[in-house]
Nanobody, 121 residues
Framework: QVQPVESGGGLVQAGGSLRLSCAAS????????MGWFRQAPGKERESVAR????????YYADSVKGRFTISRDKSKNTVYLQMNNLKPEDTAVYYC??????????????WGQGTQVNVSS
């Protein structure tokens, strides 16, 4: 199973911004819906955002709606997560995944290393 590679995390103050990137292989990327997930210490992994194969439909968790934007660039085989107005509760390891389907939002379950996001208050 293909493992996307995440990058772009870091330490930022509350109210700041970060842009995460997820690189995936060409064939997988072009034919699949993609999603971003996160896992905070002591908590289960949760869905944050997803985007369909064509990039014209997106879905966000209520906790990030209006602050995060998911997008994809097929020419670069990359999915992005622009995160604005970050809050301390956004602190987590962020992962991306190929999805079984856009509407289900279920990941295939092959996870990469993720990228750590720390938001200080």
């Amino acid at each position: 199973q293909v493992q996307p590679v995440e990058s772009g995390g870091g330490l930022v103050q509350a109210g700041g911004s970060l842009r995460l990137s997820c690189a995936a292989s060409g064939q997988t990327f072009s034919s699949a819906a993609m999603g971003w997930f996160r896992q905070a210490p002591g908590k289960e992994r949760e869905s944050v955002a997803r985007i369909n194969r064509d990039g014209d439909a997106t879905y966000y968790a209520d906790s990030v709606k209006g602050r995060f934007t998911i997008s994809r660039d097929k020419s670069k085989n990359t999915v992005y997560l622009q995160m604005n107005n970050l809050k301390p509760e956004d602190t987590a390891v962020y992962y991306c995944s190929v999805l079984q389907g856009y509407y289900s939002g279920r990941p295939f379950g092959s996870w990469g290393q993720g990228t750590q996001v720390n938001v200080s208050s």
